[in-house]
């Protein structure tokens, strides 16, 4: 770790302003992720669901955040870079279990998930504590890895309660976040075969994950007014 948060293969090679021209450049996949979900809503014609608009909000933030943050690489920038892209992974899983679980469920299945993955972090650093040699891109695989299980046991869950077809859209998001960590995680590994590292590819699969996140829980809310106005049409029939 720097005085400034963790280090990456662009870290000392500035290019005009920026201090990693790459991985401040790749930050607009991220807001063009969040424009990109954005029309999708403005298509569907539900308006604009207050859950995803928080989602909305946050993925942008976190492209805003991390591009101050690898342009200038101030404990400011980066509380911004992490704090929005923290908060969304909390608010989709809410969202998400909400849809399998109800409520309650997805209170509790939010907070878990994140306890659960800082807890897989904690027990490894004090079990190996070889693990605090290692840079904080490879200390955070444990936590990735509780993610990414807690993801595939929810994919098999939608796919039983709601189908393939609603659930390979949220599939193919958690295996673009899983390759997303991967690639962060290998950043500093690969610096002499590609010198400016693999983190840039985090923030477009990353964001890749973020929008289809966003469209599978937009397709279920369409899919909700669809059934909504369905039944009344067969209310009014049976009146008539």
Same mark, same amino acid.
């Given at each position: 770790?720097?005085?400034?948060?963790?280090?990456?293969?662009?870290?000392?090679? #500035?290019?005009?302003?920026? /201090?990693? #021209?790459?991985?401040?450049?790749?930050?607009?996949?991220?807001?063009? +992720?969040?424009? @990109?979900?954005?029309?999708?809503?403005?298509?569907?014609?539900?308006?604009?669901?207050?859950?995803?608009?928080?989602?909305?909000? @946050? %993925?942008?933030?976190?492209?805003?955040?991390?591009?101050?943050?690898?342009?200038?690489?101030?404990?400011?920038?980066? +509380?911004?870079?992490?704090? #929005?892209?923290?908060?969304? *992974?909390?608010?989709?899983?809410?969202?998400?279990?909400?849809? @399998?679980?109800?409520?309650?469920?997805?209170?509790?299945?939010?907070?878990?998930? *994140?306890?659960?993955?800082?807890?897989?972090?904690?027990?490894?650093?004090?079990?190996?504590?070889?693990?605090?040699?290692? #840079?904080?891109?490879?200390?955070?695989?444990?936590?990735?890895?509780?993610?990414? %299980?807690?993801?595939?046991?929810?994919?098999?869950?939608?796919?039983?309660?709601?189908?393939?077809?609603?659930?390979?859209?949220?599939?193919?998001? %958690?295996?673009?976040?899983?390759? /997303?960590?991967?690639?962060?995680?290998?950043? @500093?590994?690969?610096?002499?075969?590609?010198?400016?590292?693999?983190?840039?590819?985090?923030?477009?699969?990353?964001?890749?994950?973020?929008?289809?996140?966003?469209?599978?829980?937009?397709?279920?809310?369409?899919?909700? /007014?669809?059934?909504?106005?369905?039944?009344?049409?067969?209310?009014?029939?049976?009146?008539?």
């Amino acid at each position: 770790m720097t005085p400034h948060g963790p280090l990456y293969c662009e870290t000392g090679h #500035p290019w005009l302003f920026m /201090a990693e #021209p790459v991985n401040t450049i790749t930050n607009a996949f991220i807001v063009l +992720a969040a424009i @990109l979900a954005w029309r999708e809503v403005r298509r569907a014609k539900v308006g604009m669901p207050f859950d995803l608009t928080i989602l909305l909000f @946050l %993925l942008f933030a976190t492209g805003i955040g991390s591009f101050f943050w690898h342009a200038f690489r101030t404990r400011v920038a980066l +509380a911004f870079d992490a704090l #929005p892209g923290l908060l969304f *992974l909390f608010v989709f899983s809410g969202l998400w279990i909400n849809r @399998l679980f109800g409520r309650w469920a997805a209170i509790f299945g939010a907070f878990g998930l *994140l306890i659960a993955a800082a807890g897989s972090i904690y027990l490894t650093v004090t079990l190996f504590p070889v693990m605090r040699t290692f #840079p904080p891109a490879i200390s955070l695989a444990p936590g990735y890895a509780t993610i990414s %299980l807690i993801g595939f046991s929810l994919v098999v869950v939608t796919v039983r309660k709601i189908g393939w077809t609603s659930a390979e859209i949220v599939a193919g998001a %958690l295996v673009c976040a899983i390759t /997303a960590a991967v690639c962060r995680s290998i950043d @500093l590994a690969v610096c002499s075969v590609i010198p400016f590292g693999t983190h840039f590819l985090w923030h477009i699969l990353l964001s890749t994950a973020a929008y289809l996140g966003i469209v599978f829980l937009l397709r279920q809310k369409v899919r909700e /007014a669809h059934a909504s106005t369905g039944s009344c049409f067969d209310r009014l029939s049976m009146r008539s």
